[in-house]
């Protein structure tokens, strides 16, 4: 297996992004199947669009760039 299938749920709540990892898949097959038994579940079935699936080598860097923290002041 060279390719793993990431399945994620994503939506926007009072602003901020919310994800959830679901699972790592060997197939897109097996990631499509879940999202068949978890799109009716509380909370999935409020965003059915927010699933998605990715695709990614294993082996191999993905998130290349560094990154930066956003810190959020409230007054």
Same mark, same amino acid.
């Given at each position: 297996m060279t390719t793993v299938?990431? &399945?994620q749920h994503e939506y926007e709540w009072y602003g901020h992004d919310?994800? =959830?990892l679901l699972g790592i898949y060997a197939?897109?097959?097996?990631a499509?199947?879940?999202? %068949? $038994? &978890? =799109?009716?579940?509380p909370g999935f079935i409020d965003w059915p669009? %927010?699933?998605s699936i990715d695709a990614y080598a294993l082996g191999q860097?993905?998130?290349r760039e560094g990154f930066? $923290?956003?810190v959020h002041?409230? &007054?």
């Amino acid at each position: 297996m060279t390719t793993v299938y990431v &399945l994620q749920h994503e939506y926007e709540w009072y602003g901020h992004d919310e994800v =959830k990892l679901l699972g790592i898949y060997a197939t897109e097959a097996e990631a499509e199947a879940a999202i %068949g $038994r &978890l =799109k009716d579940q509380p909370g999935f079935i409020d965003w059915p669009d %927010g699933f998605s699936i990715d695709a990614y080598a294993l082996g191999q860097d993905h998130w290349r760039e560094g990154f930066v $923290r956003v810190v959020h002041v409230l &007054l």
